[in-house]
């Protein structure tokens, strides 16, 4: 056989048929008129599984124009496989820039995290969202769930959360914390950890959600009361970190643990790759940078 | 003209572009309340619905959304042989059904909650209201707070239903039910999504 | 030293090459034709069609081949090819009375009108693997039967004459067929939207969730009413014009489970029926897909939900594979730094769970020196 490719299939600009499009428009209208509440919407087959992103992706094909510039996160960073894959595919299907630089983006997808760099009017967050309802793992049906959000009824979310704090002295929950948006739905914010709870507060952008498979769309809009769910004696803290970063020396950004050998050593550095890159070109320099790093016998494994 | 030219012609030029810059604009004046998002003419519908209402309906409306026409829109048959040829989307049997309304003459309009609340399970299930309005500026000023905007925003779109403010109030007490509006004006957009408390500047 | 992964996009083209090379294989082999697979591997490229919601053999014989023959995936190809079709309109409801036969067998019956149809099946062959296949040796021309066919009714039609068994679905007159790929999903749902899913449900978990029913976890007593294989005429109503256009014909199973029912409450004791129908050729499948219809059905005849099967919510939100692998699968994707919150509260947690034992501990020396 000669390797002729045929017409056998061919697929719309920007992947998505305008009428999907509408349809995910129409979600996302909604969405941003009830802040916090969870859009059922006709959500499709992407041409990338289910659980990789594909509300996100559905969310940006929906919104996304010819004058957009598109930055696409896993984990905080720009260079993670997934992300990669995923700029790629709207580098695809539709033309458009991208970049890696937080500020210049107008659109920035993402999974697990909030950029560092503080979000401006204008841009839009997209979220990747496994699981939009907060209440399933306390409630496997989505009968129940909805009868939940409905009536507001989140004693079991409050139980749940003291439960831990009777049986851990904390809440145990460090990622994808619950949030009460404008004081009435209880949202899950994504798997993000609980450090970027904050940011989602009376944020200046627009955050989108899309749960492609559970087949959700929501919204917070720009400057939307997002609080962290807590009691009065155990309040809502984020996690602090006991070092900065080993290449850029930030403090008070969230930071992955780099196993550096076999014997213990590790290192901690930016999970938003954007940020610790642009630190560095700015001449901040943390103790493991490459300009200044010690020998590799005499790096000292941390803590 | 023709109504059956009148039909075919006057829709975007560029369907996929023109869908998308008009459907940024209404996404973006709803993440905004009270924000004037400016707008080109991507449509030509026939009189007396409105190049900006018309071109709305034409991002948001298809086979999929019964629509709901004004009686000041129902009398044309021009309009709804427009609107059937673009959008293709089904006329609504009565308001309550619509998911999108039509709005040409809003001072003469029907009460708010005349139109689809949503429920309290699905309050998504709701109609979204597009009124044409002359201008943002000329009419009673509305002080607007709630999600989208950061202190407070003002908008002052003229001719607007009566008892607008009272009936808006009772929109807001439905929450999570309840209508959003498009306020479609000759040049430019705004929105108040049910959660925008307004705060009249005059009682 | 610590080096930024860097270089992901190459990483993921060279990866796909390798995926192309082990996909070809051995270059010296020939290539496989989309031909070859409609023709040989006809039920592997119907089991696509039916689970890709989309008829078209050769791009399911093309998903096959770009697979690797990994069925799922090639079911997945196809759906994300499907969804992004525009849609004309829905055709008349398919008239599977009316169907051009080609196996049709009851359990219910030694014989009926029209008579057990044995056609292509494997059923009595014994499953001893053939070398002659492995040589390609030719194959005989099947025999033709002599007079035309007689009419073959369904053989709920011959039980419903009897008032024994209950009609056929009770939809509202105005009721419109809904479509699952273009609504969300809302629960309870009608029967209607549930067989639809269903249909295109993953055949191995409708599969073991049927043969749950018969060992008893929700048993319902089924007997196969009938099991037809065939060609279905599709037609479709165009509003300008008076007739029914002819689309052509497509290859479908249907299954109608008969199931014994004692009569409860809500209804008479009659037999109850069970449904499956999907494209191309697959007992299995529709059978099982029946098995599934009837145990999810037991709220409608005021059955006690007591086992899996019969629990719309838990069936319907996990029988879609495509949905399924993409969410087990996802686990590959980094979650670091979700770990990384974990590990830092476990940390945490040890070390106050540490502190408290040794301060245990010295209370317990200094008591004991005491
Ligand atoms: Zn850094």
Known sequence: ?303 | MEIATQSIEGGFADPVFNAQTVFRAVMDAMAQPGSVQPLPAFAHPPAPLSAMAGAVALALCDNDTPLWLDPALQISAAVKSWLGFHAGAPLANTPADAHFALIAAPAEMMALDGFSQGTQDYPDRSTTLILQVSDLTSGTPLLLQGPGIEKTATIAPARMPRHFVEQWKQNSQRFPRGVDIILAAADSIACLPRTTRIKTMEA | ?370
């Open chain 1, 1 to 303: 056989m000669t390797a002729q490719p045929t017409d056998i299939a061919t697929y719309n600009f920007a992947y998505l048929d305008e009428q999907t499009k509408r349809m995910i428009r129409r979600a996302i209208l909604k969405g941003i008129a009830i802040p916090g509440y969870q859009v059922p919407f006709a959500s499709r087959e992407m041409p990338m599984p289910y659980g990789w992103g594909t509300g996100g992706v559905q969310v940006t094909a929906s919104i996304i124009g010819p004058d957009d510039v598109l930055k696409v996160i896993d984990q905080g960073a720009d260079d993670t496989t997934n992300a990669v894959s995923i700029r790629a595919f709207f580098k695809k299907v539709a033309n458009v820039a991208v970049t890696t630089e937080t500020a210049k983006a107008t659109i920035i997808q993402t999974r697990h995290r909030i950029p560092e760099h503080p979000l401006a009017a204008g841009q839009v967050l997209v979220y990747q969202v496994p699981i939009p309802e907060p209440l399933r793992f306390l409630e496997p049906r989505e009968t129940e769930t909805r009868k939940m959000h409905a009536l507001e009824e989140y004693g079991l979310m409050h139980v749940k959360l003291y439960e831990d704090i009777a049986r851990h002295g904390r809440i145990a929950t460090t990622y994808a914390y619950p949030v009460k948006v404008e004081g009435r739905y209880v949202m899950d914010p994504s798997p993000t950890p609980k450090f970027d709870n904050p940011k989602m507060h009376n944020s200046p952008a627009l955050q989108l959600f899309g749960a492609g498979r559970e087949k959700r769309i929501y919204a917070l809009p720009p400057f939307t009361e997002v609080v962290s769910l807590d009691f009065e004696d155990h309040p809502f803290e984020v996690q602090t970190f006991d070092q900065p970063c080993a290449l850029c020396a930030a403090e008070n950004v969230y930071l992955d643990e780099v196993i550096l050998d076999d014997h213990g050593g590790h290192m901690f550095v930016c999970s938003d790759t954007d940020h610790c890159e642009k630190r560095r070109e700015e001449g901040h320099r943390g103790h493991l940078a490459p300009e200044t790093r010690l020998a590799p016998e005499k790096m000292e494994p941390a803590q």
């Open chain 3, 1 to 370: 030293m610590y080096v930024a992964v860097k270089g992901g996009e190459a990483a993921i083209a060279n990866a796909h090459r390798l995926l192309a090379d082990r996909r070809r294989g051995d270059r010296s082999v020939p290539a496989l034709r989309l031909d070859q697979i409609v023709e040989q591997l006809a039920l592997g490229v119907d089991r696509v069609m039916s689970e890709g919601s989309l008829y078209d053999r050769e791009l399911a014989a093309l998903a096959i081949v770009q697979a690797r023959g990994d069925m799922i995936e090639a079911i997945f190809l196809v759906r994300a090819y499907r969804t992004t079709l525009p849609r004309f309109g829905y055709t008349r409801a398919v008239e599977t009375g009316a169907m051009l036969v080609e196996r049709r067998v009851s359990a219910t019956y030694k014989d009926l009108p029209g008579g057990q149809l044995l056609g292509p099946t494997f059923d009595y062959t014994h499953r001893l693997l053939d070398p002659e296949l492995a040589a390609g040796g030719d194959v005989e021309e099947p025999l033709r039967r002599e007079n035309e066919a007689e009419a073959m009714p369904r053989v709920s039609a011959i039980l419903a004459r009897e008032g024994l068994i209950e009609p056929d679905g009770d939809m509202p007159r105005d009721h419109i067929p809904g479509d699952i790929t273009r609504e969300p999903l809302e629960f309870p749902m009608a029967r209607d939207i549930r067989l639809q899913a269903l249909s295109r449900g993953d055949e191995g978990f409708l599969l073991a969730l049927g043969y749950s029913t018969q060992r008893g976890y929700a048993r319902n007593h089924p007997f196969v009413g009938e099991v037809r294989i065939g060609e279905v005429e599709l037609e479709l109503d165009v509003p300008e014009l008076p007739f029914a256009v002819p689309l052509g014909s497509i290859r479908v199973t249907e299954c109608q489970m008969v199931n014994q029912f004692k009569g409860s409450a809500k209804a008479p004791p009659q037999f109850t029926r069970g449904y499956g129908l999907v494209f191309g050729q697959s007992e299995r499948k529709a059978m099982a897909m029946a098995l599934c219809d009837r145990a999810l059905r037991a709220t409608e005849f005021g059955e006690d939900v007591v086992a899996a099967a019969q629990d719309e919510e838990f069936v319907i939100s996990h029988s879609d594979n495509v949905q399924a692998t993409g969410f087990v699968e996802h686990l590959k994707l980094p979650h670091y730094v979700d770990f990384q919150a974990e590990l830092d509260l476990v940390r945490r947690m040890r070390a106050e769970h540490d502190a408290r034992e040794n301060a245990g501990k010295a209370e317990e020396k200094r008591e004991a020196a005491e």
